[in-house]
């Protein structure tokens, strides 16, 4: 199913995201997470795609579980930053002969030592490519609440995002944010920018002392003092952390859905515990 349909009666919709494994040994530990996430009936789940390499060569067989197994929607991602056309062009027609009808079109990071593959710029160039190649696949991009880690104006971001959506994007789903504002900022910026298309708001749920660090590290969100003391407080207990990590995203949510925003993304990070203290936590809200 195309997650545009999916999205289109604005009313509320959770999504969870999974990642492959990165090594060989551990993919049936992913595809049981997986298994145990689409049991909890999201709207949809999403799997990543590495940009190095790395964890890509095993998102088109997961994402394929995810729809032909389990019956979840699935939307597969796609990096552009360390692959030629030729690699772009057989990963498409594989998404496409596994049924796969969503792509999220992605950059991804450029890699620490450089570039070494400069066929697609930025991810306008892969939208591009796709819509030329595959018209029919529902594409998604990302968006950045904070402004991207790259870009020094936010405007600039804006702009650029823009030009995304016009080459094709069906929905957009944010980078994490930790304060609510951030996004509400963003969307009213995003709106008068005449970006129209549903933007997903992404959550993750930060339930471990050692994610505070990788997440800021990764997507250059801010952490609010208010989180941060609750680390503080509970960071040494895993147990504690983990209740803490998935109340605040819970709570999150629910301020956002309150505020209009119907359509959450959770980075459930292939934890299918705190995906299901999230569902039980919003068990009426979502009803
Ligand atoms: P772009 O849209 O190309 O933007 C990257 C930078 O270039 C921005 O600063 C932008 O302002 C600038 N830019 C864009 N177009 C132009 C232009 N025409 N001229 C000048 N500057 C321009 N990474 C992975 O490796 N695998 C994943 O599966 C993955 N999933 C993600 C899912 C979500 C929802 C999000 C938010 C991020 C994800 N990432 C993933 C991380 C993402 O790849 C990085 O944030 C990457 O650095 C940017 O990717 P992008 O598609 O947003 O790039």
Excluded: W
Aim: charged share 20%.
């Amino acid at each position: 199913m195309k997650i545009s349909e999916i999205l289109k009666n604005n009313e509320v919709t959770i999504s969870f995201e999974v990642f492959p494994p990165k090594t060989d040994d551990k993919y049936a530990q992913v595809e049981e997470a997986a298994r145990k996430i689409a049991a909890l009936h999201p709207s949809f789940m999403s799997v990543t795609y590495g940009a190095g390499g790395g964890t890509s060569k095993n998102t088109a067989s997961i994402a394929s579980d995810i729809q032909n197994r389990y019956g979840t929607p699935v939307l597969a991602h796609l990096t552009c930053v360390s692959s030629t056309r030729e690699t772009v062009a057989r990963q498409i027609a594989l998404y496409k002969s596994l049924g796969i009808e969503n792509v999220l079109a992605l950059r991804g990071d450029i890699p620490k030592e450089g570039r070494t593959v400069f066929d697609y710029a930025h991810a306008v160039d892969l939208i591009h490519d796709i819509r030329e190649q595959a018209p029919d696949l529902c594409l998604g991009g990302a968006c950045y609440p904070e402004g991207h880690v790259e870009c020094e104006r936010p405007s600039d971001d804006l702009d650029h995002l823009k030009e995304k959506c016009d080459a094709g994007l069906s929905f957009l789903t944010t980078q994490m944010f930790f304060d609510n504002n951030t996004m509400y900022n963003f969307l009213y910026r995003a709106r008068e920018k005449g970006i129209t298309v549903p933007i997903l708001a992404g959550i993750m749920p930060i339930t471990n002392r050692k994610q505070v660090a990788r997440s800021v590290s990764l997507s250059g969100a801010t952490i609010p003092q208010r989180f941060r003391m609750m680390v503080d407080r509970f960071g040494e207990d895993p147990k504690a952390m983990q209740q803490v990590g998935i109340i605040y995203a819970s709570e999150q949510i629910i301020d956002l859905i309150s505020n209009g925003v119907t359509h959450i993304h959770v980075y459930s990070m292939n934890k299918p515990a705190v995906a299901a203290g999230i569902m039980a936590n919003l068990s009426e809200v979502l009803k």
